[in-house]
């Protein structure tokens, strides 16, 4: 944090489950139950950690509408064990709620509102019920139209602009246009990040990091393709525009469970931790851009994060910028004609690992922590494009 008067803000630990697959290794298990998972796991490597010291919980869930709950932060720290003393709040900002979440009880710490929190994600979308408009008069005759609450609008408003309301897709679509990034181009990042994750695997990245369940047979990420090439990405068709399509299910990011969880303090309750930090929280900031073009969210988002924070992108050790679609991270990439692409998510990206909408974000917080604790100094970053036109950014430091 920049201004003298706040808090330094230490990220102290970072968990998260293995991500799975839609209607995979995790779709039995409920969100409430994931958030509850990662939340006893960080309390618990951090035995000197008195847990009715928490101030509060913080998670991130896109969706709300079914077994999370409304407030699936609350749930997390009941079914966990925490002290019933220690709160929660459940934030949504779609595809950035995991890292909002972060960001948010950052602030209360950096401020004196709190010393210890938990900050993280959940979003199970192999879960995610289908919603009924309540109907206008009682006992309607006709059929009653249901909603998939999954991904994407749902029950849109007709005064919304009809261009701001088109599919995610079809917005990666407009920006592969709009820039010029070609299907070839598309492939071969989508093939790298699979590529990434699997070196990482192998070479135990992830080991400090993911706290598979017990219950549940899934040691790693699930949606990880080993024998993915460019031949097979090529042979796909595209989702969204029949005739001239570049986006397909190649090169975007697949429908995920998974949840993730930070453990944040200052000074004082990182003496109650008796750990070293991480990281340090050094800036953040939000922005928003036209609802189709979300994906190009993250380009002013990070540009003033690394402004507050008073560093550049040549700085940039390692960055965590979350791939909904090739189109849109390369669309994003472009745009900083300062950033090294080799620092961007060198240990596999969304489009390999997953995008659990409401967990991505603490995750994409807690690998760049790791990370720059792994090399021991550095300024990190962390982003995200969100649906209906924001970017949210997180710049770390150690």
Request: proline residues 6%.
């Amino acid at each position: 944090m920049t201004d003298p008067r706040l808090r330094d803000v230490y990220i102290v630990d970072a968990v998260r489950t293995p991500v799975g697959k839609y209607g995979g290794a995790l779709a039995a298990v409920r969100p409430d139950d994931l958030a509850a998972h990662v939340v006893k796991a960080l309390v618990d490597r951090t035995p000197d950690l008195d847990p009715a010291r928490i101030d509060d919980v913080c998670f991130g869930d896109a969706n709300g509408a079914g077994e999370d709950n409304r407030n699936v932060a609350r749930m997390a720290v009941l079914l966990a064990g925490l002290p019933v003393t220690v709160p929660g709040v459940t934030v949504n900002r779609l595809c950035g709620s995991g890292l909002e979440a972060v960001i948010q009880a950052a602030r209360a710490i950096a401020h004196g509102d709190a010393h210890i929190a938990v900050a993280g994600g959940v979003e199970s979308m192999s879960r995610a019920p289908y919603v009924l408009r309540k109907p206008e008069r009682a006992f309607p005759a006709g059929h009653q139209e249901m909603f998939s609450s999954t991904l994407g609008w749902r029950m849109v408003n007709p005064r919304m602009a009809p261009e701001w309301t088109v599919a995610l897709g079809e917005g990666a679509e407009l920006i592969a246009d709009r820039h010029g990034i070609t299907r070839e181009q598309q492939d071969v990042f989508a093939l790298a990040s699979h590529q990434k994750a699997v070196r990482a695997w192998r070479e135990g990245a992830y080991d400090d990091e993911v706290v598979p369940l017990p219950e549940v047979d899934l040691l790693r990420d699930e949606t990880i393709r080993e024998a993915s090439s460019l031949e097979s990405l090529s042979k796909l068709k595209p989702v969204f525009r029949t005739a001239g399509g570049t986006v397909t299910a190649g090169n975007s990011s697949p429908l995920n469970d998974g949840a993730a969880a930070l453990l944040l303090v200052d000074e004082e309750g990182l003496r109650a931790t008796g750990r070293e930090p991480l990281a340090r929280i050094r800036a953040s900031a939000v922005t928003g851009i036209e609802p189709q073009l979300f994906g190009l969210g993250p380009v002013e988002a990070v540009r003033r994060a690394l402004e507050r924070s008073g560093r550049g992108f040549a700085e940039v050790a390692t960055f965590e910028l979350n791939e909904a679609f090739a189109a849109q991270a390369l669309g994003c990439i472009g745009q900083w004609p300062d950033l090294d692409p080799a620092v961007v998510n060198p240990r596999g990206g969304a489009i390999a690992i997953g995008h659990p909408l409401g967990a991505s974000g603490a995750r994409l917080a807690g690998a760049v922590a790791h990370q720059l604790a792994a090399v021991g100094s550095g300024t990190g970053l962390a982003a995200l494009c969100i649906g209906v036109g924001q970017g949210l950014a997180l710049v770390l430091e150690r």
